[in-house]
T-cell receptor
Framework: DGGITQSPKYLFRKEGQNVTLSCEQN?????MYWYRQDPGQGLRLIYY???????QKGDIAEGYSVSREKKESFPLTVTSAQKNPTAFYLC?????????????FGPGTRLTVL | QQQVKQSPQSLIVQKGGISIINCAYE??????FPWYQQFPGKGPALLIA?????SEKKEGRFTISFNKSAKQFSLHIMDSQPGDSATYFC??????????FGTGTRLKVLA
C-alpha cells in the first residue's frame, strides 16, 4: 500500500526535552511538508522540503528542526525552544511543489508536553 | 491579506439536508482552492478543488461554488449523511506549494 506513515501516534514529552516525530512516504514524492494543527485553527506550515538535502522554513519554524537525508523520510524534531509544543502534527507529501500537486497527508502524531 | 476566513465554525444538519460552508479571501493572486475533509484522529484528505476559471465544480454530492468578484467560495454537501460528519477545511494557494488554510468547520449530520 502506498501512503504516508507517521509514528508514534501519541507522544508524551517532559518540558525541556527534545523529541523527534517520524514521517515516511512510499509514494515516490519529491516534496514533503510538516504542519501543526491546533484546536480551532487551520493547519500552519512548519517546514517544507522540495528535494533531498534541501528544506525551507514555513510560517512557524521557530523551535523546530528537520532533515531530509532520504527522499522517503522527513523527520521533525521539536526542541525545548518551542514554547508551546502540545499540538497535532501532520506530515504531507506531493509529487512536486506546484499548486496542482495534491498534498497527501499522513495520520498525524499528537504530541503532549507534560 | 494571506488569510482565508471560514464560516461557520460548527454546523449541525439533519440527514438528507444540505450542508453549506463558506470561505472568503483577500489575495487576488490565489488560483487554486481545495477543500479537505478530516475525520477525528486522522489526517485531512482532499475532497474537491476548483480553479477560478470556473464558477462551479461538482463531484457526486459535493459542489464548490466560486464567486471571483466577491472573493468567496463555498462547499455544498447535498443529501448530507451521518458519514459526512467530519471537519472540513478550505484552503487557497497562489501557484506554489504553500496552502493557506481556513480555521475549519466541524460538521455533524444527525441520523
Amino acid at each position: 500500500d502506498g501512503g504516508i506513515t507517521q509514528s508514534p501516534k501519541y507522544l508524551f514529552r517532559k518540558e525541556g526535552q527534545n523529541v523527534t516525530l517520524s514521517c515516511e512516504q512510499n509514494l515516490n514524492h519529491d516534496a514533503m511538508y510538516w504542519y501543526r494543527q491546533d484546536p480551532g485553527q487551520g493547519l500552519r506550515l512548519i517546514y517544507y522540503s522540495q528535494i533531498v538535502n534541501d528544506f525551507q522554513k514555513g510560517d512557524i519554524a521557530e523551535g523546530y528542526s528537520v532533515s531530509r537525508e532520504k527522499k522517503e523520510s522527513f523527520p521533525l524534531t521539536v526542541t525545548s525552544a518551542q514554547k508551546n509544543p502540545t499540538a497535532f502534527y501532520l506530515c504531507a507529501s506531493s509529487v512536486g511543489s506546484t499548486t496542482l500537486a495534491e498534498q497527501f497527508f499522513g495520520p498525524g502524531t499528537r504530541l503532549t508536553v507534560l | 491579506q494571506q488569510q482565508v476566513k471560514q464560516s461557520p465554525q460548527s454546523l449541525i444538519v439533519q440527514k438528507g439536508g444540505i450542508s453549506i460552508i463558506n470561505c472568503a479571501y483577500e489575495n487576488t493572486a490565489f488560483d487554486y482552492f481545495p477543500w479537505y475533509q478530516q475525520f477525528p484522529g486522522k489526517g485531512p484528505a482532499l475532497l474537491i478543488a476548483i480553479r477560478p476559471d470556473v464558477s462551479e465544480k461538482k463531484e457526486g454530492r459535493f459542489t464548490i461554488s466560486f464567486n471571483k468578484s466577491a472573493k468567496q467560495f463555498s462547499l455544498h454537501i447535498m443529501d448530507s449523511q451521518p458519514g459526512d460528519s467530519a471537519t472540513y477545511f478550505c484552503a487557497a494557494s497562489s501557484g506554489t506549494y504553500k496552502y493557506i488554510f481556513g480555521t475549519g468547520t466541524r460538521l455533524k449530520v444527525l441520523a
